[in-house]
């Protein structure tokens, strides 16, 4: 079965560092981009950033490139088939489920076809 | 930057009848998008992609159509499930996304 599974929800104090993780199975992991989405309580889903597995190419959207917002990064340790969300100061605003979605492979298309189960981050002093 | 408006916001509609949820792109983004349903509590989960190909496993009830910029969901003959929160996505810019604001689909 195909399948990406996120670690637990976390509860942090403002300034602290995370790294949340998503492990995959069922597939070749290197073969397939990660996309991280975010669902901050009550509202709408929001694009963070993909990365390849494959060579840890990397891209961000706009609203959450590491030069503009500072924090959030992405990486994956493949040997594991593991991709990573990490901030180094996080803050209440960070409060959310994140998701990471698989990105199919399918003649140009690039939907989300598999999803983690979520990961609900919770920053509170 | 592509921003994808989904309306109506909220759509109130009997169980067995056809609901239609629209969703509008700022510039043509071909038929490059996607269509994710979201139950309470539950992660999103693919429904159609490239404006009206299901997804594995998604039932027949479910069809989009559409190019350009504008899209169309149709759900006929609604089912209990159904009741959700739908999600537009354009991926014509990849790898650049943009998701619509959502579209709840409630019981009348």
């Known amino acids: 079965e195909v399948q990406l599974v996120q670690s637990g929800a976390e509860v942090k104090k403002p300034g602290e560092s995370l790294k949340i993780s998503c492990k995959g199975s069922g597939y070749t992991f290197t073969s397939y981009w990660i996309g991280w989405v975010r669902q901050m309580p009550g509202k709408g889903l929001e694009w963070l950033g993909v990365?390849?597995?494959?060579?840890?190419?990397?891209?961000?959207?706009?609203s959450f490139s590491p030069s503009v917002q500072g924090q959030v990064t992405s990486s994956v340790d493949k040997s594991i088939s593991t991709a990573y969300l990490q901030w180094s100061s996080l803050k209440a605003s960070d409060t959310a489920m994140y998701y990471c979605?698989?990105?199919?492979?399918?003649?140009?298309?690039?939907?989300?076809?598999?999803w983690g189960q979520g990961t609900t981050v919770t920053v509170s002093s | 930057e592509i921003v994808m408006t989904q309306s109506p916001a909220t759509l109130s509609v009997s169980p067995g009848e056809r609901a239609t949820l629209s969703c509008r792109a700022s510039?043509?983004?071909?038929?490059?998008l996607a269509w994710y349903q979201q139950n309470p509590g539950q992660a999103p989960r693919l429904l159609i992609y490239?404006?009206?190909s299901r997804a594995t496993g998604v039932p027949a009830r479910f069809s989009g159509s559409g190019s350009g910029t504008e899209f169309t969901l149709t759900i006929s003959s609604l089912q209990s499930e159904d009741f959700a929160v739908y999600y537009c996505?354009?991926?014509?810019?990849?790898?650049?996304?943009?998701f619509g604001q959502g579209t709840k689909l409630e019981i009348k």
């Open positions: 990365i390849y597995p494959g060579d840890s190419d990397t891209r961000y959207s706009p």
């Open positions: 490239g404006a009206s």
């Open positions: 979605a698989r990105v199919m492979l399918s003649a140009g298309h690039y939907g989300m076809d598999v």
């Open positions: 996505q354009q991926y014509n810019d990849w790898p650049m996304y943009t």
């Open positions: 510039q043509s983004v071909s038929i490059n």
